[in-house]
């Protein structure tokens, strides 16, 4: 027989004396007591056992709440056993719902099972076959997980461990995390993997997401979500689209569909230029802090140099900056020939642009609000962005003008003070012309009201340069006035009169069809605008307004030659005090302007629709011819011609009237369903000729979307052309569209496109073919034919090019 050794007794004793001592600590832990409330209590077991049966209710000394059908609460052991339909409330705003509890308050302890769900205090929902809840840890760990994340994004996983005090969620395949890498990717094989989505779940919360959200997902072994970071982590990722493996990474992480701005790589793309050859384009988002970011895009090309693109944003509480720009060492070869072995004027050189925007709003810098607005916009060479095809929100690859400027707008209750500089440059003009300067412009208005009449004193002072030494100075001081809308109720006829006394004082040097020197004109004009509402409603649902209307005007005052400006006359025009559109040389003589508005509504007795058809016709009648008028607006003969607008407007439901702006730019994309038709016309004034027509059509169902414009102008003008841009939905969320822009004049299609796309809420797939035809000394005719694939909300597509399959 061995004999116990001395030493390791006293090792065996202290041991003992250690755990002794803990347990009495967590003996002497507080348990939390709790009171019951049911249809009937039961008490047992000297009152040490307590039976609630019928919507029981057990409070807890620190307000937590336990809800179910039956409740066991013994006293003696520390335990709650609950029975059908239970529901677990702490004081931390945690929720968990199952058909059965088993609570250990010595532990704190919470053991959920069948149909277990869990909602944590940031509203993220987790069903669970069985669920254990640390309470005081906040720690809950479970197996078959399915959830919904508060932006309707999906997990789904064998083994789950969520900690919502360090705000982590992470969800295995395999309950041994502690695994390799290597090890976890082939359980891959063995076992089934985590499943994430931004699908939206189209069905119930109990279908898987292969079963209810097919579009896409990440398939892994490890997904953790950094709730407090904002980032989801994956380990061995299998991208899958439509169930089909398209791309694998041991490693990938992506902000939470819930962030709107986080630092890394945007998603890549690739194109092929007919120009250029092949680039890749991969963006870099830099989140600098609360209020400024930073998009970096390097466009690296097979055959040329690369572009750097950077794109700067600062948000302050009264301002803000933008700054868009990019660098290129230029062509690497620039002596290039064309498909038609023809050479390309390229230019040796870098190539670069630079804009920037800045918007300000101060208080009481001169009067009480102003606005300060700056623009400086730079382009190496013309076709630059053209050539590049670079687009961004501040810049369009067919840009063909530059301003910058910097504009002081200042407002106070009746006051209004603008102050600003502006360099103008047209790009396609010649370099001696290309320029135009206004330096400076000072603008001040006073607003006040007398005699029934609202007044408007202007005072401007501009100085120009243009077309290299064209100069003009031009002070300019006027009044306005319009008077209060006299009715007469016996007649119906409403009245208002309007004047408009103008001096100016002007200064040109070499310009063009204008008097050299100091010259100083005086204008004045009268006019009576009177108009005479016409009502018939011939039921609650359909009123007919007929608005004939007359103005009458006349201006006193020498006019300077333009009858070569480029006006053609519009409806609108027939009752404006400026039918020029310019303050310093406006039409003089006697005129009337007179037409008509015709305009039906109809909606039905329950506003499911609405129809509106209205027409306007009108002519300018004037007293003598003037020659100083331009002749594309026929104001210089006697009788203008006739022009006019109609338009047509249907929608199924009367709240789509809101949508419609006076104007035909419609924002049609807000209308649920309804069309709408807009045309004006100019009709010579012996009805022989249409001079222009202008039509516009906006129609939208459940299935088709047509966007279509037509203008053409005959003998005042000389511009004929056609845009239009179709999209048929199919079932399934497959969507067809085309567009074309074309100059019938020169029988010459600028470019047109034919796409096919799959497109959800979370994925957009399709094919894209474009063809532009628009050339010149860098451009060529290009065809681009792109797979794209956007995986939604993470953005920017990948685009695979497959240019190189359509023949030339």
Known sequence: MKTLNFRNYFKILLLNLILLNFFSCDLNAEIPTYELEARTVRFQNNSQLIIANGNAIARGNKGEKIYSDSIIYDKLNSTIITKAKSIYLDNLGNRIEADNFFYNLNLKIIEAKSNVKYLDKLGN???????????????????????????????????????????????????????????KFLSIFKNKSNEYTTCKK?????????????????????????????????????????????????????????????????????????????????????????????????????????????????????????????????????????KDNQPLNRTNGSRNHFFLKFNGNYENLILENNDIELNIQRISQKNYLAVNQLNTKSIKQDLNELNNNIIINSYGEKRKIKIATNIYENLNALDTKKYQYTIPEIQHDLFFRNFEQNFNLKNNLIAKNYNANEKQIIQLNKLDSTSDQKIFENYG????????????????????????????????????????????????????????????????????????????????????????????????????????????????????????KKISFGQVLNLEKNKNLPTTSSLNEKRSNFVGDASLYFANNESNLDKISNNKNVFFDKINEGININYSFNISNNLEKILRNDFNINFKDKKNILDLSYYKLNEIGDEHNIKGQYQRKFNNDINFLMGIKKNIRDNYTENNFLELNYESDCLKIGLNLSKNFFENADLQKSNNLNLFVILKPFGAPVSPDLTSFLSN
């Open 493 to 612: 006829l409403a009245t208002s009169i309007k004047t408009n006394f103008t001096n100016i004082n002007q200064y040109n040097e070499n310009t063009t069809g204008l008097k050299e020197n100091l010259n100083n004109e005086f204008f004045g004009t009268i006019a009576i605008d009177n108009i005479y509402p016409l009502i018939k409603i011939q039921n609650k649902n359909e009123q007919e307004i007929i608005t004939p209307r007359l103005f009458a005007k006349y201006t006193g005052g020498s006019m300077s030659n333009s009858s070569n400006l480029n006006k053609v006359l519009s409806y609108g025009d027939l009752y404006s005090m400026d039918r020029m559109n310019t303050e310093v040389n406006p039409e003089t003589g006697a005129s009337i302007g007179y037409g008509f508005d015709y305009e039906i509504n109809n909606n039905d007795s329950k506003n499911l629709y609405i129809r509106k």
């Open 125 to 183: 929902i987790f069903l669970f076959n069985t669920f254990k809840y640390y309470k005081d840890k906040e720690i809950g760990i479970g197996k078959f997980l399915k959830s919904t994340l508060t932006d309707n994004s999906s997990l789904e996983g064998q083994y789950v461990k969520i900690n919502n005090k360090t705000g982590l969620t992470i969800i295995t395949n395999d309950e041994n995390v502690d695994r390799s890498l290597f090890k």
């Open 202 to 338: 189209l069905e119930g919360p109990n279908l898987s997401i292969n079963e209810s959200c097919p579009d896409w997902r990440i398939s892994t072994t490890t997904t953790t979500h950094n709730k407090k970071e904002k980032m989801i982590y994956h380990e061995n990722a299998v991208i899958k689209i439509k169930n089909i493996p398209v791309f694998y990474t041991p490693y990938f992480s992506h902000p939470d569909p819930s962030v709107k701005r986080k630092s890394g790589f945007l998603s890549p793309s690739t194109k092929n230029f007919t120009d250029l050859g092949r680039t890749y384009k991969a963006p870099y988002f830099w989140a600098i802090n609360d209020n400024s970011d930073l998009t970096f895009t390097p466009i690296f090309y097979e055959e040329e140099n690369p572009i750097y693109m950077g794109e700067f944003r600062k948000q302050n509480q009264n301002s803000y900056i933008n700054i868009d720009t990019s660098y290129s060492q230029g062509y690497k070869n620039i002596n290039k020939l064309s």
